[in-house]
Nanobody, 123 residues
C-alpha cells in the first residue's frame, strides 16, 4: 500500500506563485522517480513535470517550462513543485505520481495516485 500526501494547492491570482509538496510512504516503498500530473475540468490528465533520481533527469511539459520548477528528495520520497507566473490555464487538480518513466519524449505515469490538490488561478 502506497500513500501519497499532497499539499500546497489554493487560489491565487494570475501571475502569482504556489508551491506544491508531496510525500510518498508505504511499506518497502522505493522510488526511482517522482512526478506531477494535472487534470482540468473536462480534460484528460496531463503530464506536468518529473524528476528521476539516477541518472538525475528533470522533465517538464512545454506549457510549464520556465515557470515551474520541480525538486525532490529520493531518501525521503518527497517532491515539490514551485509554480511561478501562474496562468488561468494552470487551473487543475494536481496529482503526485511516483515511479513514472520516460518513453522517448513522453513521460508515462507510475501506478500510484494521490487524492490531488486543487490549484485555481483567477484572471
Amino acid at each position: 500500500q502506497v500513500h501519497l500526501e499532497e499539499s500546497g494547492g489554493g487560489l491565487v491570482q494570475a501571475g502569482g506563485s504556489l508551491r506544491l509538496s508531496c510525500a510518498a510512504s508505504g511499506r518497502s516503498l522505493s522510488t526511482y522517480s517522482m512526478g506531477w500530473f494535472r487534470q482540468a475540468p473536462g480534460k484528460e490528465r496531463e503530464f506536468v513535470a518529473a524528476i528521476r533520481w539516477s541518472p538525475r533527469e528533470i522533465h517538464y511539459a512545454d506549457s510549464v517550462k520556465g515557470r515551474f520548477s520541480i525538486s525532490g528528495d529520493n531518501v525521503k520520497n518527497t517532491v515539490s513543485l514551485q509554480m511561478n507566473s501562474l496562468k488561468p490555464e494552470d487551473t487543475a487538480v494536481y496529482y503526485c505520481n511516483p515511479n513514472g518513466e520516460i518513453y522517448g519524449t513522453l513521460w508515462a505515469p507510475g501506478p500510484y495516485w494521490g487524492q490531488g490538490t486543487q490549484v485555481t488561478v483567477s484572471s
